[in-house]
């Protein structure tokens, strides 16, 4: 019974699915590859479960196909239109591309029919591999017994093939009648269950059930760790061991063809693991391995220490080592792997005993060489698709890294930290172009180490070279040169200028994969990037630090410079004014006075730029005050300070006020020529208002400029913190500058 599972297993793969569609397994009657699905097909079952069970199958799979189309074709058959329909089925059969038929006899009700077929596929076939097998045509036998017993509604009515071009007759007869008339003829028969047995089929007996079974069980186990795993190397290896239970063997090997050689993936035998895939067959160096990938068929050596061209061919490949690592092998077999159409490389196997492979062990071998061929596609396919992720992740990574900081120093040891981390690279560089000196200078290594002056400087000049030819080199591991690592070393560009090159190497005996080149060119193109932002950055942080400080250097020279300088010529002349006219000296004093604590008051201004946190952590009155008293120090104008229910404001609001208020009193001590000012702030339920007015000259805003006396300046201020800004003033009147800020709850 096991047998017969196996068999309805494959049966079920050939059995209609569709109702009105001639089928055979999968594909449409009509576009059979019959050379390389049919006859394919058939090798693989004959070498699975023999030739008469094959024939059963095929048979059975013909009539349930046949079967399945009469009754979609004539659902509503009746007695008088049987015939007619019968012979439509048949036509279409034919015109399904399956050979030539004609319908000689049609003795009605059933007594007997005889088709005649010309070039039928199957005997076609048979042909066309010089193969002689009486009654061939199992499947179309099948086909016609699931016409008629559909058209007929019976199920006794069966077929013999009375001859067949396959045996050399001009043409293929095929005779249905009534099993009750067979004699006990060998029949092709009709049963609507698609079990593979019946009793008007007759089916010589099978000797020997349990090989067939045995090697069915394991082909099956195979195919399913195949579609269950996707890492190639244990799979593999899996397999090979589950095939050895089909094909006896001491050795067997998975070999990939790589350009012009072979080379080991997975090996299962009496020689090291280790050792054996270290092994490269060259083709030109081994004729058997030669003869699998260029004939694209199976090689089988009865006896690789025998007097013929391929023993001959095995033995010079194995020179030395014919008596040593080879020394137990006696025969051996290849089997192409082929996929896509394509041989990608061949299964290698090898047994102690001469004559131990026949044709039926190539058979079986190329059925699973197939799989493996698909297994090898799959997981490179995966491997792919992996390695892509990878890459892609690798990519992100470097690249958040990179924009992680624009500290030129910072980045570049975050990256190249990343960067040795997620590529295993036994070390990582950076060399910068200094634009200054013309030269190419290290920047950074990692993992830190200690050069020597003169490997630098080797290493350097080496350098210099991508850099001049403005290309990528790549180095790969060559002992007799020295190299024990992969190297690649690639440019830093970014539009048409060098900035520098990054140098990658990898661990000792490994090689770069076209991949990974791929994916360091686009680190240093990101790199290359993250670089000149990093020195845009430095350069505009330089830029701002200049810019501060000549802005320091105007306001010391304007404001407290000025104002020291006056008090220093007031201390001058204080002395003899004093002695002069008591009045005026104390008057003078007074003013001296006045000047100090302004220009006090003007260089708290200053630190207060010098460090802007304090505009938040002090309190806004606190701030409005010393502004006030540097003003007015300065200006020698008299200030007036309002504050109505202080309470304390959001940082971004109190910063904003502080600098209206600043720009406002310096437009007034510059422009407005007042002999008074006066500043209210005041805490209302919700809101907060300040105002700023003077009793200057005035002015006409409708004709002022939108960005003079900074009045723009102060209008993007308020609108940031969604405050309203009003300026009231006419000429000869002052000024009135009011800010209104709504505040949610009283506080924001």
């Given at each position: 019974?096991?047998l ?7 049966h079920?793969l ?6 009105g ?16 699905g ?25 009539a349930?196909?046949?079967?399945a ?9 009746t007695?008088?239109t049987a015939?007619s ?27 007997r029919?005889?088709v005649?077929?010309h ?18 045509c ?17 199920r ?11 045996e ?51 082909l ?5 760790n195949?579609?269950?795993?996707l890492?190639?190397?244990p799979m593999?290896h ?14 067997a ?21 280790k ?24 090689v ?9 061209p ?18 137990y092998?006696?025969?051996?077999m ?25 044709g039926?062990h ?16 799959n ?23 990179a ?21 295993h690279?036994?070390r ?9 000196t013309?030269k190419?200078?290290p ?11 003169e490997?630098m ?6 350098c ?5 030819n403005g ?10 040169k020295g ?8 440019p ?21 994969s ?9 680190i ?6 993250a ?26 020279h304007?404001a407290?410079?000025q ?19 008591l ?54 104008l ?7 229910g ?13 600098r209206i208020?600043?720009?406002a009193?310096?437009n ?7 002999s ?5 702030l005041?805490f ?12 200057g000259?005035g ?7 939108q ?20 300026i ?7 000024t ?6 709504p ?6």
């Amino acid at each position: 019974m096991g047998l017969l599972k196996g068999i309805m297993f494959l049966h079920n793969l050939l059995a209609e699915e569709q109702s009105g569609i001639l089928r055979f397994g999968g594909a449409r009657m009509a576009l059979l590859d019959i050379e390389a699905g049919f006859w394919g097909l058939r090798q693989q079952l004959e070498a699975l479960v023999g030739h008469q069970l094959t024939d059963s199958a095929l048979q059975q799979a013909g009539a349930n196909g046949g079967a399945a189309f009469a009754r979609a074709f004539a659902p509503d058959v009746t007695a008088d239109t049987a015939v007619s329909i019968f012979r439509d089925c048949v036509a279409a059969y034919q015109a399904a591309g399956f050979g030539q038929f004609t319908v000689e006899i049609m003795e009605w009700p059933i007594g007997r029919v005889i088709v005649h077929g010309h070039n039928t596929f199957e005997a076609w076939m048979m042909q066309q591999h010089k193969q002689a097998e009486a009654s061939a045509c199992v499947y179309t036998a099948g086909v016609l017994v699931g016409f008629i017993n559909v058209l007929t509604n019976r199920r006794d009515i069966v077929c013999i093939q009375n001859s067949c071009q396959a045996e050399g007759a001009d043409e293929c007869t095929f005779e249905l009648i009534p099993a009750t008339e067979t004699n006990q003829t060998a029949v092709v028969a009709f049963d609507p269950n698609p079990g593979l047995a019946t009793e008007t089929a007759v089916t010589p007996p099978i000797e020997d059930e349990k090989e067939p079974t045995a090697e069915l069980s394991a082909l099956l186990a195979i195919t399913q760790n195949i579609a269950s795993a996707l890492e190639l190397e244990p799979m593999l290896h899996l397999i090979l061991e589950q095939f050895k239970a089909v094909v006896a063997y001491d050795g067997a090997a998975v070999l990939e063809l790589d350009g012009d050689a072979l080379n080991i993936l997975a090996y299962r035998g009496p020689i090291p693991q280790k050792d054996a895939l270290r092994l490269r067959f060259p083709l030109t160096d081994s004729k058997a391995n030669q003869a699998v990938i260029e004939s694209r068929e199976p090689v089988i050596i009865s006896d690789v220490r025998g007097d013929t061209p391929l023993a001959h061919g095995f033995q010079a490949a194995a020179g030395t080592e014919l008596e040593t690592t080879f020394g137990y092998v006696r025969s051996w077999m290849g089997i192409p792997l082929i996929s896509r159409d394509q041989v990608i490389g061949m299964l290698s196997l090898d047994h102690h005993q001469p004559n131990s492979y026949t044709g039926r062990h190539s058979l079986l071998a190329l059925t699973f060489a197939s799989k493996v061929a698909v297994a090898i596609e799959n997981s490179r396919l995966y491997q792919e698709e992996q390695n892509r992720r990878r890459e892609l992740q690798t990519l992100l990574d470097v690249a958040a890294a990179a924009n992680s900081s624009l500290d030129l120093d910072e980045m570049l040891s975050t990256t190249m930290d990343r960067l040795v981390d997620l590529v295993h690279a036994s070390r990582a560089g950076v060399l910068l172009w200094n634009e200054e000196t013309g030269k190419l200078e290290p920047r950074l290594i990692r993992p830190e180490r200690a050069i020597m002056a003169e490997d630098m400087a080797e290493m350097v000049q080496a350098c210099q070279s991508v850099i001049d030819n403005g290309k990528a080199l790549y180095i790969a591991p060559d002992v007799s040169k020295g190299f024990l690592e992969p190297g690649a070393f690639l440019p830093l560009r970014i539009r048409d200028r060098t900035l520098g090159l990054i140098g990658i190497i990898g661990a000792e005996a490994e090689q770069f994969s076209q991949g990974q080149l791929n994916l360091f060119q686009s680190i240093a193109d990101q790199l290359a990037v993250a670089v000149e932002n990093a020195r845009l950055y430095e350069q505009a942080e330089q830029a701002a630090v200049a810019a501060e400080r000549n802005r320091l250097a105007r306001d010391l020279h304007d404001a407290v410079t000025q104002t020291l300088f006056s008090a220093s010529l007031i201390a001058d002349v204080l002395p003899r004014i004093w002695e002069r006219d008591l009045d005026q000296g104390r008057a003078r004093l007074e003013e001296l006075r006045e000047l100090t604590r302004g220009a006090l008051a003007e260089m708290r201004t200053l630190l207060l730029e010098l460090r802007p946190a304090t505009l938040t952590e002090t309190s806004l009155a606190e701030l409005l005050r010393q502004l006030i008293q540097a003003v007015g120090g300065r200006s020698r104008l008299p200030i007036e300070l309002i504050i109505e229910g202080e309470r304390p404001l959001p940082p971004e609001i109190q910063v904003t006020l502080y600098r209206i208020t600043q720009e406002a009193l310096n437009n007034i001590a510059k422009h407005a020529g007042a002999s008074q000012a006066t500043l209210k702030l005041l805490f209302l339920p919700q809101a907060v208002s300040l105002s700023i007015q003077d009793n200057g000259r005035g002015f006409d805003p409708s004709n002022a400029p939108q960005h003079s006396l900074g009045l723009g300046i102060m209008r993007e201020r308020a609108e940031k913190i969604g405050a309203q800004l009003t300026i009231n003033s006419q000429i000869g009147e002052g000024t009135v500058v009011t800010v209104h800020i709504p505040l949610a709850n009283g506080t924001e």
